[in-house]
């Protein structure tokens, strides 16, 4: 374990170091592009040459769960010290995600009871139908129940109706996906995609001269399926702000796309997603697991591996 000071990227004097001017609390509600000037919440306005918008995602909530006391999402430190107050005896969590599983394997090692509440089967997105029955298994071995086909009913405050069941619980946590940080921007001249990421192009620049847009709040190419989503992903988003920085200077600079990857450790078993999972597989024994290649047009897509996560980064 590290202390929680170690959990944070820099501090203030890091900031004073690079000239950054930091401030907390000060809420965008406006973008004006022929003024080029960005107005906040408390009448202040700040002029730009050039503008980044990386203001992330936010958590998908229900309308029920969204003013629940004991509702939780993940996305920041106060999130994470939220649940581990409220945790005591059991948690539902509500989702089949990297981040549900993650969250519901970390809770049941510090001997939490954990109900895990998905619509099919867990991780389905990121890996093949016999994958997700093994990672299934080692869940439920090691004491987490999934509860499928079924939606999360009504709530009271310490009950809630999981399928035909009224089960009671400290806490619930909610891993239902992201929603990019877009609601002040102009979307008649700030374009978005379909899946509500601003558009940007390889430069990472917007549809307006001069704005650009990195990370969560930004919809890029997904470079094994041809189409363009946000990543919500740390590596992606930390090359795209790098791809921006250099383009607002002038410089040339291209984002190629995201390769979307994933790492998940289930009670000491190791399974790693990356790619797609779209056409033919090859599989592979591999020190003592596998390696399953996705291959399409001749051409590896894709790839799932058991065991071994050291050769992800070579594959």
């Known amino acids: 374990s590290i202390s929680r000071g170690e959990l944070f990227l820099w501090d203030r004097g890091y900031l004073e170091e690079k000239r950054i001017e930091l401030m907390l609390g000060s809420r965008v509600t406006r973008v004006d592009h022929g003024e080029r000037k960005v107005s906040l919440a408390d009448g202040e ?9 990386a203001t992330g995602a936010s958590p998908i909530l229900t309308k029920d769960l969204a003013t629940r006391e004991r509702a939780f999402t993940l996305r920041t430190l106060d999130d994470a010290e ?12 509500y989702g089949a995600g990297a981040i549900a599983i993650k969250v519901a394997v970390a809770l049941r090692k510090r001997g939490i009871d954990v109900i895990v509440i998905c619509r099919s ?12 029955s093994r990672i299934n298994s080692r869940l439920a071995d090691n004491g987490i129940r999934i509860a499928r086909s079924c939606e999360l009913g009504s709530c009271t405050a310490g009950d809630a109706r999981v399928g035909d069941e009224e089960l009671s619980y400290d806490c619930i946590v909610a891993a239902m996906g992201v929603k990019p940080n877009v609601p002040f921007i102009d979307k008649i001249a700030i374009r978005c ?6 558009s940007v192009d390889d430069g990472m620049q917007t549809s307006v001269p001069g704005v650009y847009a990195a990370g969560d709040c930004a919809e890029t190419l997904d470079v094994t399926t041809g189409r363009k989503d946000v990543m919500a992903l740390w590596p992606p988003a930390v090359e795209q702000g790098k791809v921006a920085a250099m383009s607002m200077l002038g410089k040339a600079a291209s984002y190629a796309g995201t390769l979307p990857s994933n790492a998940i450790q289930v009670f000491g078993d190791t399974f790693v997603t990356i790619g797609s999972l779209e056409g033919q597989k090859a599989n592979f024994a591999w020190r003592g697991g596998t390696i399953r290649f996705t291959l399409r047009d001749g051409a590896i897509v ?14």
């Open 45 to 53: 306005s700040l002029a730009y040459d050039r503008l980044l918008i």
């Open 82 to 93: 939220g649940i581990m107050k409220c945790a005591k005896e059991r948690v539902i969590v």
């Open 121 to 132: 089967r867990v991780l389905r997105r990121l890996f093949d139908d016999d994958i997700c």
């Open 193 to 198: 995609g379909s899946s509500g990421g601003i």
């Open 302 to 315: 894709g790839c799932q591996i058991v065991g071994d996560a050291e050769s992800a980064g070579a594959i």
